[in-house]
């Protein structure tokens, strides 16, 4: 099984992606998590992007490095773990390159369309919801600092990319409430996938 944890800034993914892989483990499943961007070569440029004094990558170049980052998650992690028959939760995959990249002027469904040409389509995507306004309070950002990633006007676009995310997999959660209240619906909804 392959589920994605998704939502803007301090929704508590890693969060809620530990306390997941835990409870499914301590049931005796396998488990691999992993994260997007990667550590690895193009994901590593791709966060400094946000942090760079001489502004982010140009967006058609971020893109790509966002891409080939993937290609290589999915054909050394993603692929082999799902083919041996264990879950892999993944915190932020490709609906997070539809929010943020399309936040900037790219067509999210242009996104999704080179995304789906090579990257596995996960069986259970939850989005993590949380007004702006408390995701910035998470994060410790004052509205105008923080890195490029993380200033209002961006985050209220990727919310609204979030929010407009559609299939039978995706699932939207309220983020808003204590993190054990989130990983019970999480646990709930994750376990009747499985069932």
Do not use: W
Not at 77 to 86: A, D, F, K, M, S
Not at 126 to 140: A, D, F, H, W
């Amino acid at each position: 099984m392959f589920i994605v944890f998704e939502g803007i800034d301090g929704t508590g993914k890693s969060t809620q992606l530990k306390m997941l892989s835990t409870a499914l483990e301590e049931l005796g499943h396998s488990v691999t998590t992993s994260f997007e961007p990667t550590n690895g070569t193009y994901g590593s440029l791709v966060r400094k992007s946000a942090t760079r004094p001489e502004g982010r990558y140009p967006l058609s170049e971020e893109f790509d490095l966002l891409l080939k980052d993937r290609a290589e998650h999915v054909d050394t992690l993603i692929n082999p773990t799902l083919q041996r028959g264990e879950i892999v939760i993944l915190d932020r995959y490709y609906y997070s390159t539809m929010a943020y990249q399309g936040a900037s002027g790219m067509d999210p469904e242009f996104i999704l369309a080179e995304n789906q040409k090579f990257a596995p389509e996960p069986d259970l995507v939850i989005v993590l919801t949380l007004p702006v306004e408390v995701s910035l309070q998470r994060i410790g950002v004052r509205d105008g600092e923080g890195d490029a990633f993380e200033k209002r006007e961006s985050l209220e676009k990727c919310a609204d990319i979030f929010l407009g995310l559609d299939g039978a997999n995706i699932h939207f959660i309220d983020a808003e409430r204590s993190p054990e209240l989130v990983h019970e619906e999480v646990r709930r909804l994750t376990l009747g996938y499985m069932a």
